[in-house]
């Protein structure tokens, strides 16, 4: 069972700006009085009583840190500390200091495919890293992915798993690939795959899995790029590669000198990119991989129980667009 430190967390941090929010929680920037360290405090509304529908249950709350201190690998948030008091408790996670991915991308000049695929990489080992425990990531998206801080620190972790589940069905691995090869597209295009003029029109392109490589947006695209997304956006489950196949793509991993070269020369539409990223449109394309997870744990919610472990849903993590987001279809300092 988790224990949580009931004195004051000002009293061992200073705490600075917000960093972000969700339904239940909100993000801050602190520092350690003791080190002089940076952290993220996650800072958890607890749910008061029983009839209650705000705040998070403290036995949920109680899974996530257990969970959290279960987890140890480069590209995965690690929790520090953990405080309590009568209406919050509060997560000291590790800071990611170099900001969101796309933040950092659109500021770039230019970008090849080579660089582009350690982001992709980095994705792929820590969800393998969470699918080793028993663990699966419901809601991955471009938010949540975060880039190198300007000096030379380990490589940016991916942040904390939003669900776990143990039902073996749950752990087929085109549950977590699609969300991957979305992530994937937008990188390299600056465009969504899906987007349509509506939500419902959108919601039928996912289902459809319409999409094309508009020669507008992939002209310089490799065609090894579009292979290794086709084989994440593929609608036949079975054929949909797994998180291994894909670390074992030749686009993530080169099998010869011609391929690394393809790599090296092809470059990511940046210019697409910078001017999406500056568009309402933009915050669409975002929500695009936001419906995919909706649409996977509506899939998840269908499943017959196999085991007769719970699933363990970590309800601070929900973000506000995702719960509003019915009909249809973090930040910390490590893509959303």
């Given amino acids: 069972m988790a224990v949580f430190k009931q004195q004051k967390v000002d009293d061992f941090y200073e705490i600075g700006e917000a960093l972000g929010s969700g339904q239940f929680a909100i993000v801050k920037r602190c520092r350690e009085k003791s080190t002089g360290l940076d952290f993220a405090a996650k800072f958890i509304k607890k749910r008061v009583s029983r009839g209650s529908r705000r705040g998070v249950r403290r036995e949920e709350i109680e899974r996530e840190v257990d969970l959290l201190r279960s987890l140890q690998h480069a590209n995965v948030v690690t929790l520090h500390d953990v405080f309590e008091s009568r209406t919050d408790v509060v997560l000291v996670l590790e800071l990611v200091s170099g900001g969101e991915l796309f933040d950092f991308l659109s500021q770039k000049d230019s970008l090849c495919e080579e660089e582009a695929t350690q982001f992709i990489k980095q994705i792929l080992e820590g969800v393998r890293y969470l699918h080793s425990k028993r663990i699966a990531h419901f809601d991955l998206k471009v938010r949540r992915a975060f880039s190198p801080p300007p000096s030379p620190l380990p490589p940016p972790p991916s942040p904390p798993p939003t669900h776990t589940h143990t039902q073996k069905s749950l752990f087929a691995p085109h549950l977590w690939s699609w969300s991957i090869g979305v992530i994937t597209y937008i990188l390299l295009s600056g465009a969504s795959p899906f987007l349509g003029d509506t939500k419902q029109e959108t919601l039928g392109n996912v289902s459809a899995v319409s999409y094309d490589f508009d020669a507008e947006f992939f002209g310089t695209t490799s065609e090894l790029a579009k292979n290794f997304i086709r084989k994440l956006l593929e ?102």
């Fill in 235 to 336: 609608k036949d489950t079975r054929k949909r590669m797994t998180i291994q196949d894909a670390l074992e793509h030749p686009w993530i991993k080169p099998s010869n000198p011609r391929q690394a070269l393809v790599k090296r020369l092809s470059v990511v539409n940046l210019e697409n990119f910078r001017r999406q990223y500056i568009r309402r449109r933009w915050k669409m394309s975002i929500r695009i991989v936001s419906l995919c997870n909706h649409l996977t744990r509506m899939m998840k919610k269908g499943q017959p129980k196999l085991l007769d472990h719970p699933e363990r849903d970590c309800e601070s993590d929900q973000e506000d667009e995702v719960m509003n987001f019915r009909p249809r279809a973090r930040k910390r300092s490590s893509t959303s």
